[in-house]
């Protein structure tokens, strides 16, 4: 969507101590197949704090819904993100950050709402020497409002290959989903509502 709209994009991954690394496989091939100019991964130690399913394994990923702010929350994750990818933004003197929240299916997440990503802008602007010198940085939200088939339908208008992605919590280290996570549910709920086949790989005894 940032291509679209005509932007040069610098891709930012995370690795950050989560359960599935597959999903920085995932995101070099988007990168390479949408032609990103660079694709960059900086490792954070996020485990080391804890406090999550995704970088904890002494904590169960749910295999049902569940109510309120899930534990696969990831304390401060999105802004931890953004405050790097604040940071490459005034290096290379980007005038935008695209991130890929949503507050539709947002599964809890405080991180992924509006009034967060205004909180954050309105810092970043106060913080950073491009804001203070009238060279503000956007946080761009696309995803923000879009059900999940509405996400799937404007990726496939742009002509992403949804085989390319992963979304699961706890994929397997060839990149197949567990089909069970609450990851995994929205993932295929949205490709159902959206009329699309389902091109995710599971393994073997999932959906």
């Not at 679209?4 to 891709?11: A, I, L």
């Not at 995101?27 to 949408?34: E, I, K």
């Not at 609450?182 to 995710?200: M, N, Q, W």
């Amino acid at each position: 969507m940032a291509i679209d709209q005509g932007y040069e994009c610098h891709v930012l991954s995370f690795d950050y101590g989560q359960r599935s690394l597959t999903e920085l496989n995932a995101a070099r091939a988007v990168a390479d197949a949408l032609g990103a100019r660079d694709h960059r991964v900086v490792r954070l130690s996020l485990e080391d704090i804890g406090g999550s399913a995704l970088t904890d394994a002494s904590i169960d990923v749910p295999e049902g819904e569940v109510e309120g702010i899930p534990v696969t929350y990831v304390p401060a994750r999105n802004t931890v993100f953004l405050s790097i990818a604040l940071g490459l933004a005034e290096v290379i003197e980007a005038s935008a950050i695209f991130i890929g929240v949503n507050a539709v299916d947002y599964s809890g997440y405080p991180d992924c709402r509006p009034e967060f990503i205004a909180a954050f802008e309105t810092m970043a602007n106060l913080a950073t020497r491009a804001g203070v010198s009238g060279q503000p940085i956007r946080i761009e939200t696309p995803l923000m409002n879009l059900s999940k088939a509405e996400i799937i339908r404007e990726g496939r208008r742009l002509g992403l290959d949804y085989a390319l992605t992963v979304s699961c919590y706890q994929a397997d280290d060839e990149g197949r989903a567990c089909g069970v996570c609450d990851s995994c549910r929205l993932r295929a709920r949205g490709f159902e509502d959206a009329g699309v086949a389902d091109p995710t790989r599971y393994r073997p005894g999932r959906p």
